[in-house]
């Protein structure tokens, strides 16, 4: 059984509870930490899938790891590795296929959102029969939908919320976030977060970090249900 790939971008944004499910359902995986340095393979073909984490830089920043990236999302497609992406992790896939990657049109979302799902057969085989559910959200940049690829979710301030392609999807959300990376990200982020609620007018789609942390034990349990479906979905195409 070959290993999941993980690729971590930062060391804030870890796999969380996509490991965690990954491991409760039998499958080994390899976690390679591009911020530490490590190397990034070439050949998609020694893995059963490919998850590609978040991370607080753009996919546009000439950071010398994004190319190598680019060309591991491309090599999986060719050779029809199943691809998971969340947020930035997203927004390389669609990069890599040709989308593009920029400002989020109404700014920073920040906090729990509700998302919507599209009435149709695919989304409900990806997210099960939900019209939709509040996700947790940080990014200020979103992606367009590369070529071939379907909108399965959308949110009144980000379009594109996610797309399958084949085997793959991309999310603009944190559906693998637990309770402790909230924690942090609230803490570390609190700077970039009351920014963004003194600006005129202030971001709609951000929350301050004590409304994150009072919606989290709520919310959370919720999110979890979808991501067990999500995952155990995407993990059918992982050999």
């Known amino acids: ?120 057969s695919l989304a409900n085989e990806w997210f099960g029969r939900r019209e939709g559910f509040d996700v947790f959200q940080w990014h200020g940049e979103a992606f367009t939908l590369p070529a071939g690829s379907t909108r399965i979710a959308s949110s009144d301030y980000c379009e594109n919320q996610a797309f399958i392609l084949g085997p793959h999807i991309g999310m603009q959300f944190h559906i693998e976030i637990d309770e402790t990376t909230i924690e942090n990200w609230c803490d570390g982020g609190s700077k970039e977060i009351n920014a963004a609620l003194k600006n005129d007018p202030p971001h709609e789609a951000v929350m301050t970090s004590e409304n994150i942390k009072k919606r989290t034990p709520h919310a959370l349990p919720r999110m979890r249900l979808v991501a067990d479906h999500l995952y155990h979905r995407w993990l059918l195409s992982a050999t």
């Not at 039998?26 to 390679?32: A, D, P, Q, V, Y």
């Not at 669609?94 to 599209?118: D, F, M, N, T, Y």
């Open 1 to 120: 059984m070959k290993p999941i790939a993980i690729l971590r971008f930062a060391a804030a944004d870890g796999p969380a509870y996509f490991a965690e499910f990954i491991s409760l359902a039998g499958k080994s995986f390899t976690e390679i930490r591009v911020d530490r340095g490590a190397h990034i393979p070439s050949d998609s073909r020694q893995f059963g899938g490919i998850a590609l984490m978040g991370g607080p830089m753009s996919v546009n920043d000439p950071l010398p790891w994004i190319p190598s990236v680019l060309a591991l999302i491309q090599d999986a497609t060719s050779n029809n590795v199943p691809l998971i992406g969340h947020c930035l992790g997203g927004q390389l896939i669609s990069k890599a296929l040709g989308g593009s990657v920029g400002r989020s049109p109404k700014g920073k979302e920040i906090g729990w959102h509700a998302i919507q799902i599209q009435d149709t």
